[in-house]
Structure formats: structure tokens, C-alpha cells
């Protein structure tokens, strides 16, 4: 279970992020319930996790590993990262970890940002946000946004991440995932990139993938180019069609959404370079305040961009709702009114 002072430290790495206060509000009230007593640490965090094959060969060899995906419950707002209890949880997943000793893999919903949605979402290279009038498009925009969330999260608490994609996605793309990206540049926390191709994983295409990590280690993934007998694909994964105008155009196949399952080789792959990476000091979070009291910094710490695409309010107004939630007094005149107000009866 999380310790306070892992909590303490979490908080102040957070603020020496930049990271938004309220997020580091969500995270202090998952801190003030009694939601983590009696549980244990954990090695690896598969998010988006599907088959959850990376959580089960995890376990294989020892670990202790748990799977987070909306299709792991019959109400899809339990584990659904838009969600106020799925972001909710996803968070107190990474609050479970060993601090400064495990890592998380995140095989983020891709199919807003790939080359094959590219009609329907008005996504491009210059506007990768997309068409905010599609309702999807929003929704696709906030699941990155509280992705980063997590990210950010994960480096306070000393975890290294995996983030996989396919080279064609433009989640690289997403306002606050560039910012993030800065704000570790200029933090001095490294992060890498590795291209290489699923085939050598025993995918059934040749899937050209990209993953972003904190660890160096996913140099391993690239095992060279592939031969031409290589790029066939066993299965198409797009079917071409003529539009009423003529036009020739492609969408999905009923075999895309397979081709993101994850191959039992590259699983153990990617938990092989994870265990290997949690052994390994990682770059430090740098500029943190340990001498003012944590209360303090709050207080003085601008609210700035709420990051309002991402909707996190309704999650602080979700976590101020629990029968869990214990807030202590002496943070009473330092949190937001809405926050202290005692929540109304439904």
C-alpha cells in the first residue's frame, strides 16, 4: 500500500513537473481515502491492457501485475480512462506501484489517431487535435490528455513507462503530450523513441510500430528491416470501396481491431526490458522542494490551465463525493470551495 511519505515525495515531484494543480488536487484526495490500506505494491501496471498478455507474462515470471481495460467489467465506466472512476482508478494503480521500482506499459486506443481515420476525424499532421465538432474526436483528445495525466504521475512516482503506438498515429501529436515532452527536456528526463517492426514479434502483419519510453532499453525492440516475402500481411486489415462520387476509398477491415492485440513474443519483450529498466536508476525529477511544507506549496501553486479537454473537474467532484474521503482540517482553507463544501445528496 502507499506509504505517506511516498505520497509526500509524489506530491512535491509533481509540482517540480509543472504538472496541473488539479491534478495533483485528484491525487491528494485519492490520498486522503483509506482505499490503499491493505494492499500490496506492484511490479508492473498494464494499461489498456486488452488481453492483458504483458500483466499475465509478468506474473509468469514472479511479478506482481495488474491489468487495467474497459472491457474487463460489464459497465464500461469502471475501467474507462474518460470516466471519472476509470481515470480514478487508473491513477490508484500507478499510487500502487513499488515507488522508484516498477514500470507500466500503455497500448493506448489508437484508432482516432491512425492514418485510416484520418477522413473522419480531420486529424493531419498540422492539426492532429482533429475536428472538434465530432464528438469522438473530443473523446479520443481527453482519453490522451488523462493518458499524460498518468504519465506524469508515473515519473513522480519513479516508474518507467512504455507507450506504444503505430507509426502512423499522431497521439505523438496531442497538445499536452508535446508539452509533457518538453517539460522532461527541460527537466533533463529522457525520453527515447524506437520504430521497428511487430512482425519480428509474430505479428500477422508487418505493422511499422513506434514505442516512447523513459528507458533506453527499447533499442532492443529494433531487429532490422524485413524482407520483401516479409511485408505481406496474413490478414488485410483495410478494405477499399467507391463513394457515390467515384472516388476510390479505404476504411478498416472487420480484421483491424485484432491487429492491435499484442503478441505473446512482444509481451515478453516489453517485460524483459521492463524488469530490466526498474532495476536501473532512472533520471531524477530535479528542482523539487523538499524544505517548504507541502501545504504551503499548494496553496502558493497556481491553478493556471485546468485542462479543461481532459475534464478533470468531474473527477475532483467525483473523488469529493466518496464515503471514503477524509479530508483533514488543517488542508480545509487551502483547497478549492467546492472541495470543503460538504458534496449534496443525489
Known amino acids: 500500500m502507499v506509504k505517506k511519505q511516498d505520497i509526500d515525495t509524489i506530491i512535491r515531484r509533481l509540482f517540480a513537473l509543472s504538472a496541473p494543480k488539479v491534478l495533483i488536487t485528484i491525487v491528494l484526495l485519492l490520498s486522503w481515502t483509506d482505499l490503499f490500506q491493505g494492499r500490496d505494491y506492484i511490479d508492473t501496471i498494464d494499461f489498456f491492457a486488452g488481453a492483458a498478455r504483458v500483466a499475465k507474462v509478468s506474473r509468469a515470471v514472479g511479478k506482481r501485475a495488474m491489468a487495467l481495460d474497459l472491457s474487463y467489467h460489464e459497465n464500461e465506466d469502471v475501467f474507462n480512462i474518460n470516466s471519472s472512476p476509470g481515470f480514478a482508478l487508473g491513477l490508484m494503480a500507478a ?7 516498477f514500470w507500466a506499459a500503455l497500448g493506448v486506443c489508437c484508432s482516432s489517431w491512425i492514418v485510416t481515420s484520418r477522413g473522419s476525424t480531420g486529424r493531419s499532421f498540422l492539426v492532429p487535435m482533429g475536428n472538434l465538432s465530432y464528438e469522438k474526436v473530443r473523446a479520443a483528445n481527453a482519453m490522451v490528455s488523462r493518458t499524460v495525466c498518468i504519465l506524469l504521475v508515473l515519473v513522480a512516482c519513479g516508474a518507467t513507462w512504455f507507450l506504444e503506438q503505430p507509426s ?24 527515447f523513441f524506437q520504430t521497428f517492426w511487430m512482425k519480428w514479434f509474430d ?45 476510390t476509398k479505404f476504411k478498416g477491415s472487420k480484421h483491424l481491431k485484432s491487429t492491435q492485440l499484442y503478441t505473446w513474443r512482444y509481451a515478453a519483450k516489453i517485460v524483459e526490458l521492463g524488469d530490466a529498466s526498474a532495476k536501473e536508476d532512472r533520471d531524477p ?6 524544505d517548504t511544507p507541502l501545504i504551503d ?43 470543503v463544501d460538504e458534496p449534496m445528496e443525489d
Do not use: C
Open 285 to 290: 525529477v530535479p528542482n523539487v522542494d523538499w
Open 203 to 247: 505479428h500477422p502483419t508487418p505493422k511499422r510500430s513506434i514505442v516512447f519510453s523513459t528507458s533506453a532499453w527499447i533499442k532492443q525492440l529494433d531487429q532490422g528491416s524485413l524482407k520483401r516475402k516479409q511485408l505481406k500481411s496474413e490478414v488485410s486489415t483495410t478494405d477499399r470501396y467507391v463513394n457515390s462520387k467515384g472516388e
Open 297 to 339: 506549496l499548494y496553496a502558493n501553486y497556481p491553478w493556471g490551465d485546468l485542462w479543461a479537454e481532459g475534464d478533470l473537474l468531474s473527477v475532483v467532484r467525483y473523488l469529493r463525493g466518496s464515503k471514503k474521503l477524509k479530508l483533514p482540517n488543517e488542508w480545509r482553507s487551502v483547497l478549492p470551495e467546492f472541495v
Open 168 to 191: 502512423s498515429s499522431l497521439l505523438p501529436r496531442h497538445a499536452r503530450f508535446q508539452w509533457t515532452i518538453r517539460v522532461f527536456q527541460r527537466l533533463h528526463i529522457r525520453v
Open 95 to 101: 499510487l500502487d506501484g513499488k515507488m522508484d521500482q
